[in-house]
């Protein structure tokens, strides 16, 4: 693809989050690095978060005013009011750094996020965006002036203010970021980058220097704060993210590299060649029986077969492996079930095909378990497993019935994807 970057040069946009801007001295700091960035004539849109706390205290004191009555619209441009405010003071202090730079405003005419009309949660209009940010924010940018543009927030067509939920302040960046071909977008926040765990749960976690979207979307789905599954939909897969530490004070600090995107569309496919089998263990406790568990792992290490899931609780263990050139291993198995008090019997069910659903915030679609369930169940096709995990569900059936599965549950997503439409 040509690359439509402007002549101008370098171009960066720089999201700093709430907690990068929770007082004077960070609000300072951080327009003294973008001060320090827009000397090397870098070309900079920043997108600012509420500052601190300040989105969750007009939730809190609005629906305590309002006794809970607050209606979504009403919400959404009081809720405008902390990314505006934060806008209008990065302005202000990068004014004092002797930066020349505007704030824009949703409340103005050249606003350049326009959503849908769902309130607290709008989706932005991809194809206005992009139209809007190119006559409104590249001429600024080619004049040499800093961009100061408020997250989080859109504007419907009708000029009535929404939100964009959590993310929304990334999705915001991650827009303007593809509309002007930038370089780099800089997520500026209160930790060092992606970490190898969470340093609230594990001491010493350790930075990664680089991770892909793909992967990443699956510690967004555990509970990873600094960056949401739902803005990682809007990231360009040709401009890296760069997360850093606030604390550092500098945009160039070392920090974690995104690479890639995630794709928009639903995929539905055999993961593996059929057949596929379940071996379902029996027994009392096997959930509090550790031992066994790393018996029945390893022997399945041991044999290299791969496991395609796993299910368990109190008194039962449901695996799932690929059927062919396992007889040896099931005898293994059922050794060890006749070795342990704990296990009583085992079970096989052979000839399954093993389907995936795969798709960014899959997991985030109202009742989708649901939805295939039922298509298969009015067609009479039983399910033998079925899981969720990190935007995937997992669908086990007759290996008979896979091909025909296929298409029933593309038919649903797609019948799904058109409602909301």
Not at 166 to 182: K, N, P
Not at 352 to 373: D, H, M, N, W
Request: with cysteine; hydrophobic share 40%.
């Amino acid at each position: 693809m040509k690359d439509e970057r402007k002549c101008f040069g370098r171009c960066l946009v720089v999201k700093f989050g709430g907690s990068s801007l929770a007082d004077e001295a960070k609000l300072g700091k951080a327009a003294r690095a973008v001060a320090k960035e827009a000397a090397k004539d870098t070309r900079i849109v920043v997108v600012v978060s509420a500052m601190g706390k300040t989105t969750d205290f007009l939730i809190e004191t609005a629906k305590k005013a309002c006794r809970g009555r607050i209606s979504d619209d009403a919400l959404d441009d009081l809720l405008s009011m902390g990314e505006r405010t934060s806008a209008r003071m990065f302005t202000t202090a990068l004014k004092a750094n002797n930066v020349e730079c505007r704030y824009l405003d949703p409340a103005e005419p050249d606003w350049p996020i326009i959503t849908d009309g769902c309130f607290n949660n709008a989706k932005p209009i991809l194809s206005t965006c992009e139209k809007l940010v190119k006559k409104h924010v590249l001429p600024l940018l080619e004049q040499g002036t800093v961009v100061v543009v408020p997250g989080f927030i859109g504007k419907t067509k009708d000029g009535k203010m929404t939100t964009m939920g959590r993310g929304g302040s990334d999705t915001t960046a991650f827009i303007l970021a593809q509309a002007l071909r930038a370089n780099q977008i800089i997520l500026v926040t209160n930790v060092d980058g992606v970490m190898t765990a969470d340093p609230k749960i594990i001491k010493n976690p350790q930075r990664l220097k680089e991770i892909h979207a793909n992967t990443l979307v699956g510690l967004a789905d555990s509970g990873t704060k600094f960056i949401h599954k739902k803005a990682l939909r809007y990231k360009d897969p040709d401009i890296d993210v760069k997360v850093i530490n606030h604390a550092w004070g500098d945009l160039n600090s070392e920090g974690t590299t995104i690479h890639g995107s995630l794709s928009n569309n639903v995929a539905v496919e055999t993961v593996y060649p059929p057949p596929t089998m379940s071996i379902t263990i029996v027994g009392k406790g096997l959930s509090e029986a550790p031992e066994i568990l790393q018996k029945i792992l390893q022997r399945i290490k041991d044999s290299e077969v791969p496991i395609h899931g796993v299910s368990i609780d109190r008194n039962s263990l449901i695996l799932y492996l690929p059927q062919n050139g396992t007889d040896e291993l099931l005898e293994t198995l059922h050794a060890i079930v006749l070795d342990h008090e704990q296990t009583l019997a085992m079970a096989v069910r052979k000839k399954l095909a093993f389907i995936q659903v795969k798709g960014a915030g899959l997991e985030e679609t109202p009742g989708i378990v649901s939805k295939i369930a039922e298509s298969l169940y009015s067609e009479h096709i039983n399910i033998f497993g079925i899981f969720t995990i990190t935007s995937s569900v997992l669908v086990f059936v007759d290996v008979e019935d896979m091909k025909r599965t296929v298409e029933l549950i593309r038919k649903s997503i797609k019948a799904n994807s058109d409602n909301e439409k």
